[in-house]
């Protein structure tokens, strides 16, 4: 695996991206000193590295980011309490951070603007990151379900251990 500097638009287009994504913090989100490993066969960037970390994948089909658990990380930081986040009861995080799938009967509050397809951050009710995914339900409707999958889990917090 090789990684490159990004080029000044590439870095450009990765920000816009990312602020189009995730409410305007492309700038905060995607560093100067970001690394990219490129695709061998189309040369397009493939997934984003920080301090030898992945924050995101870069979808091929429709060039959207996908969060990887130290992207949630980072965006948990970056961004003020609810944004993006699905907040679920301390009963169940154990059961998610291993990579299960958030049920709308686990979750005690959503941000409410979020919307289903939405790259999400899974925290528990004292604000720790659990897990990051992709919301399969609006947000201001989650809390309010008692059945179905509202968070399609990409990676758990347990999994990097």
């Known amino acids: 695996m090789r990684l490159y500097r990004p080029t000044p638009s590439e870095l ?10 995730f409410k305007g913090v492309g700038d905060h989100f995607i560093p ?7 695709s061998p066969s189309t040369y397009r960037i493939r997934v984003i590295y920080l301090d030898n970390k992945p924050l ?5 089909a429709d060039y959207r980011l996908l969060l990887r658990i130290y992207g949630g990380m980072r965006l ?3 961004l003020d309490f609810p944004l993006l986040r699905v907040i679920v009861s301390n009963k169940y995080s154990n059961f998610i951070a291993e990579g299960g799938n958030v049920f709308a009967a ?3 509050y959503a941000d409410p603007g979020i919307r289903p397809y ?3 951050i899974v925290v528990n009710e004292d604000d720790e990151i659990i897990a990051v995914g992709r919301a399969l339900l609006p947000g201001y409707i989650m809390s309010f379900f008692s059945r179905g999958e509202a968070v399609r889990v990409r990676e758990g917090i347990k999994e990097l251990v």
Not at 12 to 21: F, G, M, N
Not at 32 to 38: F, Y
Not at 56 to 60: K, N, V
């Open 12 to 21: 450009l287009e990765l920000r816009s991206i990312a602020s189009l994504q």
């Open 56 to 60: 995101a994948s870069l979808r091929a």
């Open 118 to 120: 939405d790259e999400v």
């Open 106 to 108: 686990h979750i005690v």
């Open 32 to 38: 100067d000193n970001i690394l990219v490993q490129r």
């Open 76 to 78: 948990r930081k970056i």
